[in-house]
């Protein structure tokens, strides 16, 4: 479905649905009596269908932007758009509903419930889409079978591998169908070919599936693999490289 509000209001030059917008965006924290500015006049568009790295040093403001991104937090000023909705515009109700039913999350701590199994951990955000239990259990084996995950369905998350569980993490962000994936040093707790195995993995849903990844990384491997790298400084947008 084109975007024609956020394709309108992006000026003439340019008829790529957007499935991320920010404008002039800045993220101030109070710490105590000190203000740490964590991102300062960020404005960034990401069409439907990019796989996008955020790389830059640890504390250059990659996890904040996600973070905004994802609605998982305010800014201090500036505007956020998710496809067609104007996140400054909806209520926390809406916002829930959006991160629901629109983003998938990936984080780097892996963020499975410990008590849950995989398909579990799977089922879960379906449960909370109020779709009904054998849908959920069909859709989720079918997420981690496409995640290479056939077995592992009904072991608890200590009975994985890092690797394994950070495949049920993506399991669990696709199992929606999200428009859009956000994902947090996604491979930084792998070894190398299990962080390799993941990338492949998640170049290959975005070309398929179209779905559109947004990802901080600091692995070099990882880096050379995205289409393109936006590199964040002292929470400034420094360079913006499409190759
Ligand atoms: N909840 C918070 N409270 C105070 N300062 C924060 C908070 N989260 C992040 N920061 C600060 O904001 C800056 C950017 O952090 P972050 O977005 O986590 O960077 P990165 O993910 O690139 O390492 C850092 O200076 C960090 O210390
Ligand atoms: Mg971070």
């Known amino acids: 479905m084109p975007n024609h509000k956020a394709a309108a209001t992006a000026g003439a030059t340019t008829d790529t649905t957007m499935a991320v917008r920010v404008v002039d965006l ?103 889409q109020g779709i ?14 496409e995640l290479g995950l056939d077995g592992c369905q009904h072991r608890l998350p200590t009975q994985l591998s890092g690797g394994q569980q950070q495949r049920v993490t993506i399991a669990r962000a696709m199992v929606a169908e999200p428009v859009l994936v956000l994902a947090d040093e996604p491979t930084a707790n792998l070894d190398s070919d299990t962080g390799a195995a993941l990338l492949a993995t998640m170049l290959e849903l975005n070309c398929r599936k179209g779905i559109t990844f947004i990802f901080s990384t600091h692995d070099p491997m990882v880096m050379r693999h995205a289409k393109r790298v936006v590199r964040l400084q002292d929470g400034r947008i420094v360079e913006d490289k499409t190759s």
């Open 26 to 128: 800045s993220k101030i924290y109070q710490q105590g009596t000190i203000e740490v500015t964590a991102l300062q006049h960020v404005s960034l568009e990401v069409a439907a269908g990019e796989f996008t790295a955020l790389v830059g040093p640890s504390g250059s403001g990659k996890t904040t932007l996600l973070n905004l991104i994802g609605a998982l937090d305010v800014p201090t000023v500036g505007e956020r758009w998710v496809g067609e909705e104007s996140l400054n515009a909806l209520s926390r109700a809406q916002l829930a509903r959006l991160r629901l039913h629109k983003i998938g999350f990936v984080f780097q701590d892996y963020s499975l419930l410990p008590v849950l199994t995989a398909i579990e951990n799977v089922e879960y955000v379906l449960q909370l």
């Open 132 to 145: 009904a239990s054998q849908e959920r259990r069909q859709r989720a084996n079918a997420a981690l079978l």
